[in-house]
């Protein structure tokens, strides 16, 4: 038997967990048309996010896939370099673990750790998540009935599909709500990454911030490109940048919604 229309239909609901933030949109068929959307502070209890509300309005959807996306404020990095032991999971997982807990200690225990997938002569990228926020989002669809199709760190996801917008060696400025992610690019890989606060107007901070990275990691020389929720491009003074345009998509004006537009649009 055919599936039937409704089976092939690809409605979703996309959840972004900002820095403060919680933004959740629904999204129906192939050209992604905008049906519903959810804005809410992000509540933390013991550490966890506070999901209520927004289960409350998941039930009431249509869609039945939920894409989420991580604001770099939950996830962090490491990068491992090349060697042939990455070629080994067991191995490059317990690499990329003793990373975290050398630079974060044991708050590191409770991670759940990713890995870029393995690619002879290249480095391999780690992102961690605190694992009990992976379990409540996985309670979470199971609870709605929702089909957890994936769940990415918002910097991975701009970096996938703006890679070819980027020269070999360069800096990338991901900026979220109150969040920036610098990430230097060597011989197409990634070689470091700066995950910090952006306070606002971030606008004025973001040239000075750059400027001392790049300078800590003797990249003054490497263009700089700049990923950022915004309409109108600020003045950066004597920075010079490239800004970059993410793909259009139906139903949004990134002059009314530059935070959907950065959150959706990956």
Same mark, same amino acid.
């Given at each position: 038997?055919?599936?039937?229309?409704?089976?092939?239909? &690809?409605?979703?609901?996309?959840?972004?967990?900002?820095?403060?933030?919680?933004?959740?949109?629904? *999204?129906?068929?192939?050209?992604?048309?905008?049906?519903?959307?959810?804005?809410?502070?992000?509540?933390? *209890?013991?550490?966890?996010?506070?999901?209520?509300?927004? @289960?409350?309005?998941?039930?009431?959807? %249509?869609? %039945?896939?939920?894409?989420?996306?991580?604001?770099?404020?939950?996830?962090?990095?490491?990068?491992?370099?090349?060697?042939? @032991?990455?070629?080994?999971?067991?191995?490059?997982?317990?690499?990329?673990? #003793?990373?975290?807990?050398?630079? $974060?200690?044991?708050?590191? @225990?409770?991670?759940?750790?990713?890995?870029?997938?393995?690619?002879?002569?290249?480095?391999?990228?780690?992102?961690?998540?605190?694992?009990?926020?992976?379990?409540?989002?996985?309670?979470?669809?199971?609870? *709605?009935?929702?089909?957890?199709?994936?769940?990415?760190?918002?910097?991975?996801?701009?970096?996938?599909?703006?890679?070819?917008?980027?020269?070999?060696?360069?800096?990338?400025?991901?900026?979220?709500?109150? %969040?920036?992610?610098?990430?230097?690019?060597?011989?197409?890989?990634?070689?470091?990454? $700066?995950?910090?606060?952006? &306070?606002?107007?971030?606008?004025?901070?973001?040239?000075?911030?750059?400027?001392?990275?790049?300078?800590?990691?003797?990249?003054?020389?490497?263009?700089? $490109?700049? #990923?950022? &929720?915004?309409? *109108?491009? &600020?003045?950066?003074?004597?920075?010079?940048?490239?800004?970059?345009?993410?793909?259009?998509?139906?139903? $949004?004006?990134?002059?009314?919604?530059?935070?959907?537009?950065?959150?959706?649009?990956?």
């Amino acid at each position: 038997m055919l599936p039937s229309f409704a089976e092939l239909r &690809p409605d979703r609901v996309v959840l972004f967990l900002g820095a403060d933030s919680l933004l959740a949109v629904e *999204q129906h068929g192939w050209q992604r048309r905008h049906a519903a959307e959810l804005r809410l502070p992000l509540r933390l *209890q013991d550490g966890l996010p506070q999901l209520d509300l927004l @289960a409350q309005w998941l039930g009431e959807r %249509r869609a %039945r896939r939920l894409e989420v996306r991580l604001s770099s404020a939950w996830v962090r990095f490491a990068i491992l370099p090349w060697q042939t @032991a990455l070629s080994d999971e067991t191995v490059a997982q317990a690499m990329a673990q #003793a990373l975290f807990a050398e630079q $974060y200690g044991a708050a590191s @225990a409770g991670w759940e750790v990713t890995l870029s997938p393995f690619k002879p002569g290249s480095a391999r990228v780690a992102s961690a998540l605190d694992g009990r926020w992976l379990a409540a989002l996985r309670e979470l669809a199971e609870q *709605q009935r929702y089909r957890l199709v994936s769940m990415q760190p918002v910097l991975v996801s701009l970096f996938n599909r703006l890679a070819d917008k980027l020269p070999q060696d360069a800096l990338l400025a991901v900026v979220e709500p109150r %969040r920036l992610a610098l990430l230097q690019l060597q011989r197409g890989q990634w070689a470091s990454l $700066y995950n910090r606060v952006l &306070p606002e107007p971030w606008e004025r901070r973001l040239p000075s911030l750059i400027t001392q990275a790049s300078a800590t990691l003797d990249a003054l020389n490497s263009p700089v $490109y700049i #990923a950022a &929720p915004l309409f *109108q491009r &600020p003045d950066l003074g004597r920075l010079s940048a490239t800004w970059l345009r993410l793909p259009a998509q139906r139903g $949004y004006d990134p002059r009314r919604d530059p935070e959907w537009a950065l959150c959706t649009g990956v």
